[in-house]
T-cell receptor, first 114, second 114 residues
Framework: LAKTTQPISMDSYEGQEVNITCSHN???????ITWYQQFPSQGPRFIIQ???TKVTNEVASLFIPADRKSSTLSLPRVSLSDTAVYYC???????????????FGKGTSLLVTP | DADVTQTPRNRITKTGKRIMLECSQT?????MYWYRQDPGLGLQLIYY???????NKGEISDGYSVSRQAQAKFSLSLESAIPNQTALYFC?????????????FGSGTRLTVV
């Protein structure tokens, strides 16, 4: 199971772009990279997923270099409501024989201030 | 109605009491999970189940037990509650699809053991 390393915390001002980098040196060939967001006292929710290169949706962008040993979640023009914990997870397709459950870890706590 | 429903939302119990936290889902997912969250420690996996007949221990299963009564129901029990089990508990489901895209979390149960 690929281990991930991400910063414990980050601070930003409103309107800035925030980039959170996650290291996953032992990512497997069939692993995807997925990011979740968690607000206080709520369960995490899916933000974005990618396999390689760049993925963009209405919430964020995910940049994955060719070697896939790291990835960067980019939040454009953050607002106060983006204050949350962001989890980087790496894993592949699960099946009943060799499947596993995700360990979310501590994530990155992002604080956005005015 | 929520896709993943946890009951109760809040519970205060005394040391030594047996308590059950319940989780039900309407997602039709085979895979269900129980996580615990303490302040500053992220999410820790307690137990997970990939189908009705499959139960697996997670990182911190000591002091907990589970029951998968049906595809839609997964209960977590504390046989003899102790104060350091005071935490926020989350139930989640997944579809086992690629890259762990399909995790859906409940709203959580805040448990206080006094």
């Amino acid at each position: 199971l690929a281990k991930t390393t991400q910063p414990i915390s980050m601070d930003s001002y409103e309107g800035q772009e925030v980039n959170i980098t996650c290291s996953h040196n032992n990512i497997a060939t069939n692993d995807y990279i997925t990011w979740y967001q968690q607000f206080p006292s709520q369960g995490p929710r899916f933000i974005i997923q990618g396999y390689k290169t760049k993925v963009t949706n209405e919430v964020a962008s995910l940049f994955i270099p060719a070697d896939r040993k790291s990835s960067t979640l980019s939040l454009p023009r953050v607002s106060l409501s983006d204050t949350a914990v962001y989890y980087c997870l790496v894993g592949g397709p699960e099946n009943s024989n060799s499947g596993y459950a995700l360990n979310f870890g501590k994530g990155t706590s992002l604080l956005v201030t005015p | 109605d929520a896709d993943v429903t946890q009951t109760p939302r809040n519970r205060i119990t005394k040391t030594g009491k047996r308590i059950m936290l319940e989780c039900s889902q309407t997602k039709g997912h085979d895979r269900m999970y129980w996580y615990r969250q303490d302040p500053g420690l992220g999410l820790q996996l307690i137990y997970y189940s990939f189908d009705v007949k499959d139960i697996n221990k997670g990182e911190i299963s000591d002091g907990y037990s589970v029951s998968r009564q049906a595809q839609a129901k997964f209960s977590l029990s504390l046989e003899s509650a102790i104060p350091n089990q005071t935490a926020l508990y989350f139930c989640a489901t997944s579809d086992g699809g690629q890259g762990n895209y399909g995790y859906t979390f409940g709203s959580g149960t805040r448990l206080t053991v006094v």
